[in-house]
């Protein structure tokens, strides 16, 4: 049924949190319904569940792709066009800026650079870095970064045995990609998927995960199963979700 009404509203009070036995985790009011099975399907409140209670969760998710770009950059850059046409420049910083190409939609190489930096990346500095000893990756990630930044990254043999690190150096286009997409790298244990590949057409949620799996991703060979690891139990939740637009259904353990 399609939504026809929504609201928020503040609220002050207690919180239950939610744990399914795949992994899948959300945090409510006590008020808040679930659909539980009880002699049929009824209307359960969270404050009235226990444990091994069995309640639905979507097995499949089919979303309308939305645009979420924000407006905030506009204040802190400055767009102008050049002989390699348009390019963003960070207002804010001292000295004169390093300028990029605008990013103003998800395509599907963006999505693809976003999940192999949020796999294998790191930021410091103004500066991003992807890790990796596989140079094939490395260059599609060189080549990425080249034709949607416009920016050329330095490619260095990393202090660990046999790993290159790749490194795109402009903190204008740091702060760009996280207050336009919801992009950042912010430590494994705060690794977030952004905002516009949540939004996006499953086109672009394929090559984000495709990418994401590439880079950090193992084939056990006990069970037929793609295991992922990740510090963060945001992404590993965030990724679920992804995965249910194909109607993959993940377990999330810890």
């Known amino acids: 049924?399609?939504?026809?009404?929504?609201?928020?509203?503040?609220?002050?009070?207690?919180?239950?949190?939610?744990?399914?036995?795949?992994?899948?985790?959300?945090?409510?009011?006590?008020?808040?319904?679930?659909?539980?099975?009880d002699g049929g399907v009824i209307k359960t409140k969270v404050k009235d569940l226990s444990a091994g209670t069995f309640v639905a969760v979507p097995r499949e998710l089919i979303l309308t792709p939305t645009s979420l770009l924000s407006n905030a950059a506009q204040d802190s850059f400055s767009s102008f066009r050049s002989q390699n046409g348009p390019q963003?420049?960070?207002?804010?910083?001292?000295?004169?800026?390093?300028?990029?190409?605008?990013?103003?939609?998800?395509?599907?190489?963006?999505?693809?650079?976003?999940?192999?930096?949020?796999?294998e990346g790191a930021s410091t500095g103004g500066t991003m870095f992807f890790f990796n000893s596989d140079r094939n990756l490395v260059d599609r990630v060189e080549?990425?970064?080249?034709?949607?930044?416009?920016?050329?990254?330095?490619?260095?043999?990393?202090?660990?045995?046999?790993?290159?690190?790749?490194?795109?150096?402009?903190?204008?286009?740091?702060?760009?990609?996280?207050?336009?997409?919801g992009f950042k790298l912010a430590g494994s244990r705060n690794t977030r998927v952004p905002t516009s590949i949540m939004?996006?057409?499953?086109?672009?949620?394929?090559?984000?995960?495709?990418?994401?799996?590439?880079?950090?991703?193992?084939?056990?060979?006990?069970?037929?199963?793609?295991?992922?690891?990740?510090?963060?139990?945001?992404?590993?939740?965030?990724?679920s979700y992804l995965l249910l637009r194909f109607g993959i259904v993940g377990r999330v353990k810890q």
Request: net charge positive; with cysteine.
């Open 143 to 181: 080549d990425l970064s080249c034709e949607i930044f416009g920016i050329s990254p330095r490619i260095k043999p990393d202090t660990s045995e046999n790993v290159l690190r790749l490194e795109i150096s402009s903190i204008g286009l740091i702060k760009y990609l996280e207050q336009t997409h």
């Open 88 to 119: 963003i420049r960070y207002k804010a910083y001292r000295r004169p800026a390093k300028t990029f190409k605008p990013i103003d939609y998800v395509n599907p190489d963006v999505a693809e650079l976003f999940g192999y930096l949020l796999s």
């Open 1 to 37: 049924k399609e939504v026809s009404f929504a609201y928020k509203q503040r609220y002050k009070g207690k919180m239950y949190s939610v744990t399914t036995r795949s992994g899948r985790k959300i945090t409510v009011t006590p008020e808040h319904p679930f659909f539980s099975i």
């Open 199 to 239: 939004t996006s057409g499953n086109e672009m949620v394929s090559r984000f995960l495709s990418a994401v799996f590439e880079s950090e991703a193992s084939i056990r060979k006990d069970v037929p199963e793609i295991e992922f690891t990740t510090a963060s139990k945001e992404f590993a939740n965030q990724l």
